[in-house]
């Protein structure tokens, strides 16, 4: 029995698998098969790498003009293959079943081209082995730019504290004249424990950067 039209069984997208290959962490992808017939139609999943992959369902079937999503799993690998390169491949076979089949009733010949007139269509996919940095965006190469020259960035972090340290030293160091000037025109008994404070606030800030400044990578 065939499709009418002259179409496929089904139809695989996208008509490749593709992973995100990083050693020792699981990977999958998602392939949509799709009914393009009035029939009810099985469909099989073999790969020639039965121990690295794991694939669900890898049989079912699929009623007239619906679709069933599978997921095949990259398992964790412990070594890439040389250049990336994969040589898996994975077969689709797809044929017309009686309506209201069952999965779990389906003969163990129903993917067999016996003779008979029955149609089995097959549908070839390749394996894809993609490096994690083909997924990164522009916010993962700021990143990435940071953690390879960490000294600049350190550099940089410290001038900004400095800089800082610098303003607010000088602004205490105006309140402290103005301090100064007005401790001969006032008699306060709290005013010499306010200044005693300002003047060791300052000193802590000097000392601060003056430790920035020993500590600062040299820019020769």
């Known amino acids: ?108 010949d129903t993917f067999t081209k016996d003779g008979t007139g029955k149609t089995v269509e097959e549908c070839k996919l390749r394996v894809l082995y993609v490096a994690p940095s083909a997924q990164g965006n522009s916010e993962d190469e700021a990143l990435r730019s940071s953690l390879t020259n960490p000294e600049a960035y350190g550099l940089q972090h410290l001038k900004d504290e400095r800089d800082a340290a610098i303003k607010q030293t000088q602004q205490l160091q105006h309140e402290l004249d103005m301090m100064k000037r007005r401790r001969y025109r006032k008699s306060d008994p709290g005013f010499s424990l306010t200044f005693a404070f300002v003047v060791g606030l300052v000193g802590i800030l000097l000392g601060f950067l003056l430790n920035l400044s020993l500590s600062s990578p040299s820019t020769e």
Not at 58 to 79: F, H, K, M, Y
């Open 1 to 108: 029995m065939t499709a009418g039209g002259g179409n496929q069984l089904i139809s695989v997208h996208p008509d490749e698998l593709k992973f995100i290959f990083e050693l020792e962490k699981q990977s999958f992808c998602d392939l949509k098969v799709v009914n393009n017939t009035e029939h009810h139609v099985a469909f099989k999943v073999k790969t020639t790498s039965p121990k690295k992959y794991f694939v669900r369902p890898n049989t079912g079937v699929i009623q007239p003009w619906d679709s069933c999503i599978i997921r095949v799993t990259l398992q964790a690998q412990q070594e890439a293959p040389p250049d990336m390169q994969c040589k898996d491949k994975f077969l689709l076979q797809s044929t017309i079943v009686p309506a209201h089949t069952d999965v779990d009733e389906l003969p163990p």
